[in-house]
């Protein structure tokens, strides 16, 4: 089963826009993960948050955690056509006996040139 | 270093047929980790094998079963293959740790099963 629901399934917006996705989950993490995947190809790590940050970025992403609400976000800036991907997002439980991610259903993020 | 590999790239087999992929880690990880990818499902965990110990198991039939070898290079296998098999099969390694973990995806086997 999916741990996490993303938000919006799909979103289409204009190069140099910033693009926003966010992600729900249901237990409680030790982190957060995003990963983006080129059409049906393996998936690349973007950017891992703790379950004890708010904020993190790198380059031209920014992710937010509220653990309160079960909720992160992924904001892409200045977006670019290599961008066109799917983002996933995964939460690390990390139990005993649960040792592995859980993705959620992703967002198909489409770059208009 | 080079990444993960997994082999072969795209598979066709009939139903009933088994099959085996191979993953190859990134050289000094110990966990390898396989996940079923179909638009229906989404990313679905299969398990983890860390230092060729199953860590983990996901929520599949017996049919899905794996291995790991000394080296960390992994198999899985699917017998009695059915339609639904059909999906792109990942495999990701890490080093194991407990925290902060950061997966290391290959490119995925496509298995067409008709």
């Known amino acids: 089963s999916q741990q996490g629901e993303e938000d919006p399934q799909a979103l289409s917006i204009q190069e140099g826009e910033n693009a926003t996705m966010n992600c729900s989950y249901k237990?409680?993490?030790?982190?957060l993960q995003w990963y983006r995947q080129n059409s049906g190809r393996g998936l690349v790590h973007l950017i891992l948050?703790?379950?004890?940050?708010r904020e993190k970025h790198s380059g031209r992403l920014r992710v937010t955690l509220d653990t309160s609400k079960k909720s992160s976000s992924l904001l892409i800036t200045a977006s670019r056509a290599a961008d066109t991907a799917s983002y996933f997002c995964?939460?690390?439980?990390?139990?005993?006996?649960?040792?592995?991610?859980?993705f959620g259903t992703g967002t198909r993020l489409t770059i208009i040139p | 270093k080079a990444g993960v590999t997994q082999t072969p790239r795209y598979l066709i087999k009939t139903r009933g047929q088994q099959v085996t992929l191979s993953c190859s880690p990134i050289s000094g990880h110990r966990s390898v980790s396989w996940y079923q990818q179909t638009p229906g499902q989404g990313l679905q965990f299969l398990f983890e094998?860390?230092?060729?110990?199953?860590?983990n198991k996901g929520n599949f039939p017996g049919r899905f079963s794996g291995r790991q070898f000394s080296n960390s290079r992994s198999e899985m296998n699917v017998s009695t293959l059915e339609l639904g098999d059909s999906a792109l099969y990942l495999c990701?390694?890490?080093?194991?740790?407990?925290?902060?973990?950061?997966?290391?995806f290959g490119p995925g086997t496509r298995l067409l099963v008709l």
């Open positions: 995964a939460t690390d439980a990390r139990t005993v006996g649960n040792e592995k991610l859980t």
């Open positions: 237990t409680s993490i030790n982190n």
């Open positions: 094998y860390f230092s060729e110990t199953q860590r």
């Open positions: 948050i703790r379950s004890n940050e």
């Open positions: 990701a390694s890490s080093w194991g740790d407990r925290d902060q973990e950061t997966q290391y």
